[in-house]
Every structure is written in structure tokens, then in C-alpha cells.
């Protein structure tokens, strides 16, 4: 049973490794702005999920979930969701949004499941630079 666990700056090249097996884009280790909203899944000496969380003082953000293709519906997801939630609920934070790419039908899939259920709202967003 993997272990769920609090990021460590060590794991920087391993949760891109996830990320990268993910199909997901890597981060920059500046942007990891809060290393306790950073939770990973370790099955053995392995890093094999992560999620990054972030809280604005009103709403919660959940971001950069991905768990390696091998390690798949064993329920790590879940258990990262979680742990995050219960991080985000400890210091005040009372609803947690994310983002779905329309055409990941899984990942829809499995934040349904949970509980995450689409809203209406649009994206807007613009370049500052
Ligand atoms: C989405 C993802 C994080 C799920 O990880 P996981 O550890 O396999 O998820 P879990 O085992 O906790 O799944 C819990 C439930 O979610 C649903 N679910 C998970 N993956 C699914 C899939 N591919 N298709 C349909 N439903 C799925 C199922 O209901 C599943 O329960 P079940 O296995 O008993 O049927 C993983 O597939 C992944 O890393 N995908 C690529 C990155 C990504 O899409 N991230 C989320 C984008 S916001």
C-alpha cells in the first residue's frame, strides 16, 4: 500500500518524473509556492502520485494531480485528494476548485466521482507580460 506523504524538496525530479509519465507538464520548482499543500504517493523507494494544492485565504485550488500509468486505479488518486482536502480544511479553506481539459474524459471521470462537479463559470485569462 503506498504511503501518502508530504512533499520534500528532494522529490523535485521524481514528481516530474510523474508528471512527464503523466503526460502532464512539468513545474518549475519556483512556482511550488507551498510546499505543505504538496502531497505525493510512495509505493517502495518509489514517487508514484502527487497533487499541489494552493489557498488564497477564500478559495482552494487543487492542481498538478497525476499518478504514474502503473499505479493506476489502486485508488492513490483518492487518497492524495484526500489528504489534500483535509490540509485545505485545517486552515479554513471551505471549497476547493480545479481545472478539467474538456477532452480528458478520465479525469472528468474521476472528479466526478469525487464529488468535483463541473460549474458554469468561464476561464477568462490574459498574458500580464
Ligand atoms: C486521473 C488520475 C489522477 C486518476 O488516478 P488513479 O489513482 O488511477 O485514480 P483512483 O484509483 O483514485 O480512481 C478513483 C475512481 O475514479 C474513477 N476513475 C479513475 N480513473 C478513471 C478512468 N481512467 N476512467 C474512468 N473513471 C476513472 C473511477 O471511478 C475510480 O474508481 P474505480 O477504480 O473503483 O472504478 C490518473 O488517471 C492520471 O494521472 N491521469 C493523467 C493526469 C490527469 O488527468 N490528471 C487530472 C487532471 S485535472
Avoid at 520548482?29 to 494544492?53: F, K, N
Avoid at 500509468?69 to 487518497?79: E, F, S, V, W
Wanted: net charge positive.
Amino acid at each position: 500500500m503506498p504511503v501518502i506523504r508530504s512533499f520534500s524538496s528532494d522529490d523535485y525530479e521524481a514528481v516530474c518524473a510523474v508528471w512527464t509519465a503523466a503526460g502532464r507538464e512539468t513545474l518549475p520548482r519556483r512556482e511550488i509556492t507551498d510546499p505543505s499543500l504538496m502531497v505525493v504517493a510512495q509505493d517502495g523507494d518509489r514517487v508514484c502520485g502527487v497533487v499541489m494544492g494552493t489557498f488564497d485565504g477564500r478559495r482552494g485550488w487543487i492542481l498538478r494531480l497525476a499518478v504514474h500509468p502503473q499505479h493506476r486505479r489502486r485508488g492513490i488518486a483518492t487518497r492524495l485528494v484526500a489528504e489534500l482536502g483535509a490540509r485545505l480544511r485545517r486552515i479554513g479553506c471551505l471549497r476547493a476548485n480545479l481545472l478539467v481539459l474538456p477532452d480528458n474524459a478520465a479525469g472528468l471521470a474521476f472528479w466526478q466521482r469525487l464529488g468535483y462537479l463541473p460549474c458554469p463559470d468561464v476561464l477568462c485569462t490574459k498574458p500580464l507580460v
